[in-house]
């Protein structure tokens, strides 16, 4: 027995069951199941470890070798598979609520197991080819199989894909730097190709058009389910690349790009949301604002960086959940999620309207409210280097600010002899309560979070150290 067949190879065959299974919601319920499954032994299982359990022993090997290539999962990656698949069991259990929910489940299964696959193989260049097989199953998720794929789809392909190559020949150069730091050539080219990569990847300002565009047109929970697990896996990624090269770790403009690019994608998707229209598309620049954090944390680029990185990972993804679904419940009942279609929804579907204003109001940093915590780190992070990085962010922030006073207006904006009626299920209300009450919980009690601050900087043998 190894790691990588528990949480490459298991979730792999298990999605190719799924996929057979046209129950939607035994679909759903089998899927969030087994996530918790592996949720749980990422957590609790010991790697490389004798376990002996009666009259047998046996011991998980932490690798895994297919086709020449090496999949390795350590005892320090525990951390992340308990993430992933944690995350995707509260996906995959929301799914129960959505109308397309059994793609995102058996696809999204498959998805998890890629990105772990990309984030464990060596040589990591052969992670290139894991991500593009990912991103190809995700256009079911987004595109009814009668509909063609919208502008949105395309241009999430087109941008992922074409990050790749620019990944590809920087780490086929990056192995020249190591073998000789002081060629001066090389190292900017190498810089500027992984700059080019990763800019494509993550969606940096201004490459990031398609994000509010597939936030409209595609359904809104298959759209957050992507935007937050692709973001989350690059900057895994990215912290990878930098915790892998000395030469790079050690550029003393690195921390600068990061921080600029990152201030950048707060500011202009602040900006952005405050004059939008669409709740869809402002959910989208609310993912941008949420990669544009992440940016910041690790520009931060010590322990207390990698700290406020991990501090912005459940709430980003227990946020986008509840917002998602909550915009899902809206959309299927006006068409669209344009103002003008959802004005004074709040007296038939209050569930879902309270939802989507107190999932903005956590992407703000509100107190008491999961993205409180690390958004009042990472603003005194900023304050102490720069007290004109404080005021860019704080800018950003206002523009979202508008947007939610926009968004609130239009949906209480119902005629005055209009009734109160709770018209969303009972499912849906349950699961969009969870889901406050998840935000209020790590907004109460951030110390829950200990646990997962204490092993994320294991997975980098520099970063957090």
Not at 195 to 219: C, K, N, R, T
Not at 252 to 257: A, E, R, T
Request: net charge positive.
């Amino acid at each position: 027995m190894n790691a990588p067949l528990i949480w490459i190879g298991l979730p792999l065959a298990l999605a190719g069951v799924l996929l057979l299974i046209r129950n939607a919601r035994l679909v759903s319920i089998l899927g969030s199941t087994a996530a918790i499954i592996l949720t749980g032994l990422a957590w609790f299982l010991p790697l490389d470890t004798v376990i002996t359990l009666g009259s047998y022993a046996f011991k998980v090997a932490p690798s895994f070798s297919i086709l020449g290539r090496s999949l390795t999962v350590g005892a320090g990656d525990q951390g992340i598979l308990a993430l992933f698949y944690g995350m995707a069991a509260m996906w995959f259990f929301g799914a129960l609520a959505t109308p397309n929910g059994r793609p995102i489940v058996s696809l999204g299964m498959a998805v998890i197991a890629l990105l772990v696959a990309s984030l464990a193989v060596e040589p990591f260049l052969y992670a290139a080819l894991l991500i593009e097989i990912a991103l190809l199953l995700c256009v079911p998720m987004l595109v009814p199989f009668d509909s063609p794929p919208q502008r949105g789809v395309l241009r999430f392909l087109i941008h992922q894909t074409l990050a790749m190559p620019f990944i590809l020949f920087s780490g086929w150069m990056l192995a020249g730097v190591e073998a000789s730091p002081g060629d001066l050539n090389l190292v900017i080219q190498a810089g500027a190709l992984l700059g080019l990569g990763f800019a494509f990847l993550l969606a940096v300002f201004p490459l990031y058009a398609w994000i509010p565009q597939i936030s409209e047109e595609s359904h809104p929970y298959a759209a957050a389910f992507i935007l937050f697990i692709f973001p989350m896996t690059a900057l895994l990624f990215l912290m990878g690349f930098i915790d892998r090269f000395a030469w790079l770790r050690a550029n003393p403009n690195l921390p600068g790009i990061l921080t600029s690019a990152g201030l950048l994608m707060v500011v202009s998707g602040g900006l952005w949301a405050a004059f939008q229209r669409d709740l869809g598309r402002m959910m989208g620049y609310g993912a941008v604002i949420e990669t544009g954090l992440a940016l910041l944390a690790i520009g931060q680029y010590q322990a207390a960086g990698v700290s406020i990185f991990a501090l912005l990972i459940v709430p980003r993804g227990l946020g986008m959940a509840t917002w998602s679904l909550s915009l899902s419940r809206l959309k299927s009942e006006a068409g669209s999620l344009r103002f003008s279609a959802v004005q004074g929804m709040l007296r038939a579907y209050p569930s879902a309207a309270v939802g989507v204003a107190l999932s903005h109001l956590s992407l703000l940093g509100m107190p008491l409210l999961a993205g409180f915590p690390p958004r009042l780190a990472l603003w005194e992070a900023l304050a102490r280097q720069s007290a004109v990085s404080a005021g860019w962010y704080a800018i950003g922030m206002v523009g979202l600010l508008i947007g939610l006073i926009r968004t609130l207006a239009v949906l209480s904006m119902a005629p005055d002899n209009t009734p109160w009626r709770w018209q969303d299920t009972w499912l849906q209300r349950v699961l969009i309560g969870f889901g406050l009450l998840g935000m209020l919980t790590f907004g109460l009690f951030p110390q829950t979070l200990q646990p997962l601050l204490a092993r994320l900087p294991l997975v980098f043998e520099f970063l957090g150290r």
